[in-house]
């Protein structure tokens, strides 16, 4: 009977130990990475059994290319650049036991397939020879809204971006023999999942015909947003983000991130921000899942 009795609690401990997942997680990237400070650990922690240790060695609009000359600098100049100036890369990636290491190409060069070579191998060689343990990621990140002005100066659509911009973190992934991270993806299909779809472009928005509190219409998409803030002259003025992530992009790329780490589904995400009702957080847990799953069948 004791036998019995000792090989239940073996069993159910095994069990439990295949969903208990504690997860240190590092990002080498840009404001496309810090965005995950928002929603991801909550979401994370809501999930029984999982825990989250996230760092960010992060700088705004970082690209590869500059990544890589920051660690060359550190290496070759004894110089202390990352974590605010106060450690370098080398230590960071050395001061704890990190299960992955991310990496991500800035938004601005991410459709431009030959920006990502050497600096992402060189990138990587260098994680895996100062974090052995770690499995490394790449994030494909996203198209900027469809009334950016950056797109019209690069002449291409938003439709254009993503399709360029998948091609070549599909062939970085390739190369570097890594998997991706499909927030680019969930983006896209969040996108064709709302009704009406953002589609304005530059020209059809006059931000200066609004006046304080008023603003455009920013239903239709998970990335931009408008915001009034003082200029220079303390006078209030209207901005248009049409890059980052707005608060529901924000929880689509944490569940992205869930459910491509944590090899889990990211509708068992108990976490729901306090602006989204619970059916709209579920939407885009289970946009979250389908974008995991169509690259996974890649």
């Known amino acids: 009977r004791f036998k019995i009795l000792f090989f239940i609690v073996v069993a159910f401990a095994a069990a439990s130990s295949v969903f208990a997942q504690d997860l240190k997680v590092l990002t080498i990237g840009n404001s496309f990475s810090r965005s995950l400070k928002t929603h991801f650990k909550k979401a994370a922690e809501s999930v029984d059994g999982c825990r989250l240790e996230i760092g960010y060695a992060c700088f705004g609009g970082c690209e590869l290319d500059r990544h890589w000359r920051y660690i060359q600098q550190e290496e070759k100049e004894g ?33 431009i397939a030959d920006s990502y070579f050497p600096y992402a191998q060189n990138i990587l060689d260098y994680i895996s020879k100062n974090c052995p343990g770690a499995k490394v990621y790449i994030q494909q990140t996203w198209s900027y809204r469809s009334d950016s002005p950056m797109l019209s100066s690069w002449n291409i659509t938003q439709e254009q971006m993503y399709r360029r911009l998948s091609q070549a973190y599909d062939l970085a992934a390739k190369r570097l023999g890594i998997r991706q991270i499909p927030t680019g993806l969930a983006v896209e299909l969040a996108r064709k999942a709302i009704p009406d779809r953002f589609l304005l472009s530059r020209k059809d928005i006059d931000l200066s015909k609004y006046r304080y509190p008023d603003m455009p219409s920013q239903s239709g998409d998970v990335v931009g947003k ?10 209030m003025r209207l901005y248009a983000d049409t890059i980052h992530l707005n608060s529901y992009g924000e929880y689509l790329q944490a ?18 921000p306090d602006n989204m009702s619970e059916s709209q957080a579920l939407s885009f847990r289970e946009i979250a899942d389908r974008a995991v799953k169509e690259y996974k069948g890649k």
């Open 255 to 272: 569940c992205v991130w869930f459910a491509a780490l944590y090899n889990r589904s990211a509708t068992e995400i108990k976490y729901v």
């Open 226 to 235: 408008f915001f009034w803030k003082k200029d220079k002259k303390a006078q």
């Open 79 to 111: 110089k202390k650049i990352y974590g605010g100036g106060k450690s370098t890369l080398k230590e960071i990636l050395q001061s704890k036991k990190w299960d992955i290491v991310t990496i991500q190409q800035a938004s601005h060069k991410s459709w």
